[in-house]
């Protein structure tokens, strides 16, 4: 099928609020359920590009729907080139600037375009982007927040089973002790063969991450030590990192390829995990995929599996994706994960095709 003159007819958003099949405790606070603006990006060939937005709460939803809205109105009409549609709606927003819900709304339409125009290409969104699907080497990151060390133990083995050989545990505890405890329960429960990673989710000041990822260093075992302060510290990051054996992951806060460049220039961290909604969705990804590349560094992803199997399936340091389950409820056909890897769909797209049940179920 040719795409040519497919065009924008307008933006169907539906709020709906998913709740999670393994809540999460961590040392930023709970996660029970998931809050998403679902989109539907419609184009006069009547095929629809579909994406979502996370928005981290109810009260997050209402500022996020306007942005969509107005934004749906100055790309009517225009043809689904994703790339145009970036540049105009950065120079729109240019004064009000590019970051947090701003980019999260771009992000969205960004992603459903290029699955509409994958769509009428009739090719998978890896393809469209050069590459192949295939499968990708995965981390199971559902559960195993801050909670009592013989539950951890027990949801590691679960997760194991879910067709996964590495898995992420939350730290941050108020006692360094503490976090000691329940990384010995995890690595007891999964065996040496498991890799493991953990993540603070900022918990930390740079002294103190320092004096516990030594710690951890001398415990070993760990694939990374994630987000161990302020995500937008890249100093404090880059002294963290020089200071530890362990390495220091972060990238899901990054606003943009834009600030990505800033944290490398900075030396903050020895790997990158970019979220596909902050980094500017599938134009933002190849971007910063580019980036990893030209520093050395291998590049993984931050929640949103759907779309992120296709960009780390085309993205030359790829590393491990983020697999979570938290949309799958509203989700038409799940991921499919086999011997540690999601395979990526072979659909036309991204695959993505929704629930209607079920999103009536839970719609806000």
């Given at each position: 099928?040719?795409?040519?003159?497919?065009?924008?007819?307008?933006?169907?958003?539906?709020?709906?609020?998913?709740?999670?099949?393994?809540?999460?405790?961590?040392?930023?606070?709970?996660?029970?359920?998931?809050?998403?603006?679902?989109?539907?990006?419609?184009?006069?060939?009547?095929?629809?590009?579909?994406?979502?937005?996370?928005?981290?709460?109810?009260?997050?939803?209402?500022?996020?729907?306007?942005?969509?809205?107005?934004?749906?109105?100055?790309?009517?009409?225009?043809?689904?080139?994703?790339?145009?549609?970036?540049?105009?709606?950065?120079?729109?927003?240019?004064?009000?600037?590019?970051?947090?819900?701003?980019?999260?709304?771009?992000?969205?339409?960004?992603?459903?375009?290029?699955?509409?125009?994958?769509?009428?290409?009739?090719?998978?969104?890896?393809?469209?982007?050069?590459g192949a699907p295939?499968?990708?080497?995965?981390?199971?990151?559902?559960?195993?927040?801050?909670?009592?060390?013989?539950?951890?133990?027990?949801?590691?083995?679960?997760?194991?089973?879910?067709?996964?050989?590495?898995?992420?545990?939350?730290?941050?505890?108020?006692?360094?002790?503490?976090?000691?405890?329940?990384?010995?329960?995890?690595?007891?429960?999964?065996?040496?063969?498991?890799?493991?990673?953990?993540?603070?989710?900022?918990?930390?000041?740079?002294?103190?991450?320092?004096?516990?990822?030594?710690?951890?260093?001398?415990?070993?075992?760990?694939?990374?030590?994630?987000?161990?302060?302020?995500?937008?510290?890249?100093?404090?990051?880059?002294?963290?990192?020089?200071?530890?054996?362990?390495?220091?992951?972060?990238?899901?806060?990054?606003?943009?390829?834009?600030?990505?460049?800033?944290?490398?220039?900075?030396?903050?961290?020895?790997?990158?995990?970019?979220?596909a909604q902050r980094?500017?969705?599938?134009?933002?990804?190849?971007?910063?995929a580019a980036l990893?590349?030209?520093?050395?560094?291998?590049?993984?992803?931050?929640?949103?599996?759907?779309?992120?199997?296709?960009?780390?399936?085309?993205?030359?340091?790829?590393?491990?994706?983020?697999?979570?389950?938290?949309?799958?409820?509203?989700?038409?056909?799940?991921?499919?994960?086999?011997?540690?890897?999601?395979?990526?769909?072979?659909?036309?797209?991204?695959?993505?095709?929704?629930?209607?049940?079920?999103?009536?179920?839970?719609?806000?």
């Amino acid at each position: 099928m040719k795409n040519s003159g497919l065009a924008i007819e307008g933006l169907r958003l539906r709020p709906v609020e998913v709740p999670m099949r393994l809540p999460l405790q961590t040392a930023s606070g709970q996660v029970a359920s998931a809050t998403l603006v679902l989109i539907d990006l419609q184009t006069n060939a009547g095929i629809t590009g579909r994406s979502y937005v996370l928005a981290y709460g109810r009260h997050n939803l209402r500022p996020i729907v306007a942005l969509l809205e107005a934004m749906a109105e100055m790309i009517a009409g225009d043809p689904v080139a994703p790339f145009d549609i970036e540049r105009k709606l950065r120079g729109r927003y240019a004064l009000l600037g590019v970051h947090n819900i701003v980019l999260f709304a771009m992000s969205g339409i960004d992603v459903a375009a290029w699955d509409a125009l994958a769509q009428s290409l009739g090719q998978p969104l890896a393809t469209v982007l050069g590459g192949a699907p295939r499968p990708v080497r995965a981390y199971n990151s559902n559960g195993l927040g801050i909670a009592p060390h013989r539950a951890l133990a027990k949801q590691a083995q679960s997760l194991m089973d879910e067709g996964f050989d590495a898995v992420k545990l939350r730290l941050g505890r108020a006692d360094a002790k503490d976090d000691l405890a329940a990384l010995r329960a995890v690595k007891k429960a999964i065996g040496p063969a498991v890799t493991l990673m953990c993540d603070f989710n900022q918990a930390l000041t740079v002294n103190d991450a320092i004096l516990r990822g030594r710690m951890l260093d001398d415990e070993g075992g760990l694939h990374w030590i994630e987000e161990p302060t302020r995500a937008d510290d890249f100093e404090g990051n880059g002294r963290i990192a020089d200071a530890l054996e362990t390495p220091v992951q972060i990238g899901e806060n990054f606003m943009g390829p834009e600030q990505m460049a800033q944290s490398l220039a900075a030396g903050a961290s020895d790997y990158v995990m970019p979220d596909a909604q902050r980094i500017g969705g599938v134009t933002g990804w190849m971007r910063a995929a580019a980036l990893a590349q030209g520093a050395g560094l291998e590049m993984s992803s931050h929640l949103f599996p759907e779309v992120s199997c296709h960009l780390l399936s085309v993205t030359p340091t790829c590393h491990w994706l983020e697999y979570v389950d938290w949309a799958q409820p509203v989700m038409a056909e799940p991921l499919v994960v086999k011997k540690g890897h999601v395979l990526v769909p072979s659909a036309p797209g991204t695959g993505v095709a929704w629930d209607e049940k079920a999103v009536k179920k839970y719609a806000i």
